[in-house]
């Protein structure tokens, strides 16, 4: 089968897989031979791939997931990549920690993104405990295991309906909504720095289970909004309309709570979750500097932050 432009993701999974396993080349030459400079070259040229990987995203996460915030990422990633692998192979060997963590954010979440047990797993408990968690506030909402008009899904809880006054709002339970992203994003960055086993393990304790829970949240809360309308005002439609251009009526309550709220927010909860992890893995610090140096080119001193 012609791979094509017009399907990024199958273009980017296999590249995925490339792009991990040569970090993970790059970190093994570093941490088990003498060969740092061999190590830093080939790190930067994984990183080159990655900027070509992310170009490949964009149009995907404009087009079809409609998400401005991710976006406006994925398309901030590419001369990020490209910038990163030239610091890593002329200057800056400190992010051979990042070039690491990248490898092992693969090995979390690949198997999700292409074994098909594994995504199923992860929708449903996350679509179970949301409805779970949405009926102890007192909604109900109803659980589909059967196709609907977004997925062919069928055999385990995948998504969420409301019925009101004749009208359904179905919140479709995609891997993107099980928190594997975010979760596998931090725990990559935790297993790489060069800090006790014991001290990473804490790390995972703690934050592992809050993202995971937090997320439980946000799908309650943007199956509550969109089922209930929480936003369906003329002021909310119209942003909704010239913002996302949805193809979908009364849909702005979804945009609002989803592609606005939610993801707005979880950007502030990754920002407290590295406050938190500073004070357990003060070797986190040099993972953030690298990232701030990265974003402004100026360097910065974050030993306050962990006292």
Not at 13 to 37: G, K, N, Q
Not at 181 to 189: H, K, T
């Amino acid at each position: 089968m012609a791979l094509s432009l017009s399907d990024p993701l199958a273009l980017t999974d296999p590249l995925a897989w490339v792009v991990v396993a040569a970090f993970a080349a790059s970190a093994a030459v570093h941490l088990w031979t003498s060969r740092e400079r061999a190590a830093r070259t080939l790190a930067a040229v994984t990183w080159g791939v990655f900027a070509v990987f992310w170009a490949l995203l964009v149009p995907h996460f404009w087009f079809v997931q409609k998400s401005v915030i991710e976006t406006v990422l994925v398309a901030a990633a590419v001369p990020g990549c490209a910038y990163v692998g030239y610091l890593v192979y002329a200057k800056r060997p400190s992010l051979m920690v990042f070039s690491r963590a990248v490898a092992v954010m693969g090995v979390i979440y690949l198997p999700a993104l292409t074994i098909e047990s594994v995504k199923r797993a992860l929708i449903t408990a996350t679509t179970t405990q949301s409805a779970w968690l949405q009926r102890a506030l007192g909604y109900r909402p109803e659980v589909l295991t059967g196709p609907t008009v977004e997925s062919a899904h069928v055999g385990f809880p995948h998504a969420l309906l409301y019925v009101q006054d004749g009208h359904r709002y179905l919140l479709e339970v995609l891997l993107a909504c099980t928190g594997i992203g975010s979760i596998s994003l931090v725990a990559g960055v935790i297993v790489a720095l060069d800090a006790s086993v014991r001290r990473r393990a804490i790390g995972l304790a703690v934050v592992v289970p809050i993202i995971y829970a937090l997320n439980v949240v946000r799908v309650a809360f943007i199956a509550i909004a969109n089922g209930h309308q929480w936003f369906d005002g003329p002021l909310a439609t119209r942003f909704v309309e010239l913002v996302f251009s949805p193809s979908q009526q009364n849909i702005a309550s979804y945009y609002i709570a989803d592609r606005v709220i939610a993801q707005s927010l979880s950007v502030v909860v990754l920002v407290a979750l590295t406050l938190l992890l500073l004070r357990v893995l003060p070797e986190l610090e040099t993972v953030v500097t690298d990232l701030l140096y990265v974003l402004t080119g100026r360097e910065y001193d974050l030993g306050h932050l962990r006292e």
